[in-house]
């Protein structure tokens, strides 16, 4: 017959190591950092260890040879992955971990209801073969240039966007590859971006990192 000094040393061993799964569990660090702008309903995610970037830093970082976002529209937030977080990686010539930038942009009223997939898919960078023939002619520091994949998307509520992936060189550097989804809405009041960079050799060895970023790129347009 067990002793009552046995079964009360049992129970405290059980309730000891109950309450160290539960503290191990309780205490993991998340795997992702949630963002949401609740105003445009917009959200994504990004590995927790990504850190979110200053947004008034975008106004101190510009360079004639990469695209300069607009930091006055009603939403911009981006992440870096590289240990010393700056806005100069998303416009350097070399990249070598991945940030990813997010606005929403109204449309200004005159051009309400007229931004076609192609504005879109020209959005930061150019594209298409009209965009790239102006640019090349302007002499940007852009050449390389090679599209890797280009989807059109029509989620619900009516938005219409496309997904594109390409790659170019910047001011003679490595070859970057940019993962772009955009979209405008029904009215085509607005535009909602993002822009995913980094070195091509680093999107092909985080490519499944990278894809669940843009994977998560959700707008929950009012129906």
């Keep these: 017959m067990l002793s009552m000094a046995r079964v009360a040393a049992g129970l405290a061993a059980v309730i000891l190591g109950c309450a160290f799964l539960l503290g191990a569990s309780g205490c993991a660090a998340p795997e992702h950092t949630y963002v949401a702008n609740t105003a445009n309903r917009t959200y ?3 590995p927790a260890s990504w850190h979110e970037i200053d947004q008034s830093a975008f106004q101190q970082t ?4 990469s695209p300069t976002p607009q930091s006055s529209g009603e939403w911009v937030v981006a992440y870096d992955a590289a240990q010393v977080p700056s806005p100069a990686h998303l416009f350097a010539s ?8 997010v606005s929403v942009q109204p449309v200004p009223a005159e ?3 007229q931004v076609s997939l192609d504005n879109l898919r020209d959005l930061m960078l150019p594209v298409t073969a009209n965009a790239r023939a102006a640019a090349k002619v ?3 520091s852009f050449s390389d240039f090679r599209l890797i994949s280009d989807s059109v998307l029509a989620p619900a509520s009516g938005l219409q966007g496309i997904h594109e992936v390409f790659q170019y060189r910047v001011d003679g550097g490595l070859l970057q590859t940019f993962d772009q989804t955009a979209y405008t809405n029904k009215e085509g009041s607005k535009v909602y ?3 995913l960079r980094c070195s091509s050799t680093c999107y092909q060895a985080r490519h499944a990192e990278l894809d669940s970023v843009t994977a998560s790129f959700t707008i929950q347009e009012r129906s």
Excluded: E, R
């Excluded at 070399?94 to 930038?101: E, F, S």
């Design 193 to 195: 971006l993002m822009l």
């Design 138 to 140: 302007a002499s940007t």
């Design 94 to 101: 070399n990249t070598l971990d991945p940030i990813v930038y």
């Design 111 to 113: 051009a309400t209801g």
């Design 44 to 46: 994504f995610k990004v």
């Design 62 to 65: 510009s360079s004639a040879a």
